[in-house]
């Protein structure tokens, strides 16, 4: 019997929990506090910019307040204003499209690949044309986008690309690491993420100029060279702290051997739910070297799962101790604000425009990352709640 029904759960222990942190960032943030250098003239954050940059393939890093902060100072240093067409993404946090709005610009919505969670690069060829300024594509809970079409896209016809990489640190794409794929890559350090500090941000590229003008409108539009109280930028106060940076410096040790250790356990997993009928793992796409796997990403077959709602199926599988959530239930151009945003400058999404988000949005589930930082028990656990969940679909209509 279902938990929910009474039944005995698969797991009743708590699988690893999250963030993970030790005596290195114990020891660093005493240090960060000892220093008396809590802000501005700090050395960390600008070390931590450093070592993320490289740890991405990229000359330059400028750290900052949160992921949606890195996304609006990349689009802002790119010209991002009012009118400017972007290419994006409507399957993703509401942070990717809320920038573009806050900056007066118009996301031009593009399907994503039929079964998977990332942005069709094929529409992205299809729908560009000169008059696009920006290509915001999403490497969605950590599954590279696939990015040679959007690359040639965006080559042709000169349009730079900004990769929403908040999900993604450390993930590889052909060889190349994601935050240096296009001109410029943005990371969140919020509490869910593969490495945190409780909020954070960065944005990694390799172009200097670029990168000056990023580090001035993430510090009050100071620019090197000028009088503290003079500058030409319009900025925002939008600094991290050294205590962020101290954290970060010391999750960045970590993440290989968790990335390595989440690979393994994914692999694990997704052998062990071949057999399963009403779910489906979502697999990285074809071209992924690495992957952090920030999120499990599980498809809850429609057909199969005939009239129970994915939150009843979330609720069974909780039930069961796996820590699952509904994920992001609505496409973002039927999210109210947006929506109302989109209207009034003229755009109306049409009844089956989007059938792959809509898809996703309706029958994808989540799985936080923490349940891969186990051993093999925790992997088991979780395939043995979605079979038991699934046998039961029955009772649960
Ligand atoms: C895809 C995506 N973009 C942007 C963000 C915004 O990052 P933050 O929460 O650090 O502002 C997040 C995460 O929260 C995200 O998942």
Redo the contacts with the bound molecule.
Sequence with gaps: MLAIKGGRPVRSEPFPSWPVWGREEEEMLLSALRSGVWGLGGQLVERFGEEFAGYAGCKHGVPCM????A?KIALKTLGIGPGDRVITTPY??V??SSVLVELGAIPVYVDVVEGGVNIDSRLVWETIDSGVKAILP?H?GGHPVEMDLVLKASESLGVPVVE?A??AHGAEWKGRRVGSLGVMGCF???SS?VMTSG???IITLNDSELAETCRALVNCGRSLGRDWYEGDLLGYNYRMTEFQAAILLSQLRRLDEQIERRQRNFEELARLCRDLEGFRLITPPHGTDRTPHYLVIIQADGEYFRGVSKQKIVEALRGEGVPASVGWPMPLYRFPPIKRYLEHHGVRVSQGEFPNTEKAASEFLFVHHRVLLGGRREVEDVYKALKKVEQHAGEMA
Excluded: I, P, R, Y
């Design positions: 949160n992921g949606t902060t996304l993703t946090f942070a990717t999403v969605v929403d908040a999900e969140s350090f919020q993420k909020e954070g941000g």
